[in-house]
């Protein structure tokens, strides 16, 4: 166990839709990281909060967004579903800022578009 | 695209046997990381090797880095049951422009017993 939650496991809906993935990081740590994982795609980096600011963009679409709360949950918001982004998602956490620290991944929660 | 390579995509080796796994890259790094994930769940890191290493060492595993050939293998010896996993290599960069993580596709592993 990393330390790391994420919620819900599974989530399943439909085209255009919306949705919200949650995380938790492990205690102390500041930075939070969100990953796609497809099998077309493999495993991509989408986007880096610290302590609650942007810090790092990788591969994420317009359609979707991020934030960091106060208390260092982050939220991952994918916006006007498609069937492409059927995928796991990971959320993955640390203490320092710097991407190239250990990272701690959580669970993932699988999101199935139809 | 910046995803580097690894090979093979796929290794089937006996229990006991070494097991072998590379890993290409394509921009300069800061560090190399190796994770390893079980099927379906998340990531678990195994080793990370910075920029100016070229071997390090942890238990049964073995990280080389060739910067020159922006290349790394990882090496698990000895290999058990319980190794079966996918493994994957993760290059960073980070600079005054940003910072980015990059993973490769991957290498899933099967020991039989």
């Known amino acids: 166990d990393s330390g790391v939650t994420q919620t819900p496991k599974h989530l399943i809906t439909a085209t255009g839709q919306r949705v919200t993935l949650r995380c938790s990081p492990r205690?102390?740590?500041?930075?939070v990281y969100w990953y796609q994982q497809s099998l077309d795609q493999g495993l991509q980096f989408l986007i880096q909060?610290?302590?609650?600011?942007?810090?790092a963009k990788g591969n994420i679409l317009e359609r979707f967004s991020a934030q960091q709360f106060p208390d260092l949950h982050s939220e991952l918001n994918l916006s006007s579903l498609e069937l492409g982004d059927s995928a796991l998602y990971f959320c993955?956490?640390?203490?320092?800022?710097?991407?190239?620290?250990?990272?701690?991944f959580g669970p993932g929660t699988r999101l199935t578009v139809l | 695209s910046q995803q580097g390579e690894e090979d093979p995509q796929a290794l089937s080796i006996q229990e006991g046997e070494n097991a072998t796994m590379n890993c290409s890259y394509k921009?300069?790094?800061?560090?190399l990381q190796w994770y390893r994930q079980n099927s379906g769940r998340g990531l678990v890191h195994l080793i990370l090797?910075?920029?100016?290493?070229r071997e390090k060492h942890s238990g049964r595993l073995r990280v080389t880095l060739d910067t020159s050939k922006k290349s790394s293998s990882l090496l698990i010896t000895a290999s058990r049951a319980a190794d079966t996993a996918s493994y994957f290599c993760?290059?960073?960069?980070?600079?005054?422009?940003?910072?980015?993580?990059?993973f490769g596709p991957g290498t899933r592993l099967s020991v039989l017993p």
């Open positions: 993955a956490s640390s203490p320092q800022d710097r991407i190239y620290n250990e990272q701690f």
């Open positions: 205690s102390g740590d500041l930075s």
């Open positions: 909060y610290y302590n609650g600011e942007e810090r």
């Open positions: 921009t300069s790094i800061n560090n």
């Open positions: 090797i910075r920029s100016n290493e």
């Open positions: 993760a290059s960073s960069l980070y600079n005054n422009y940003g910072q980015n993580f990059v």
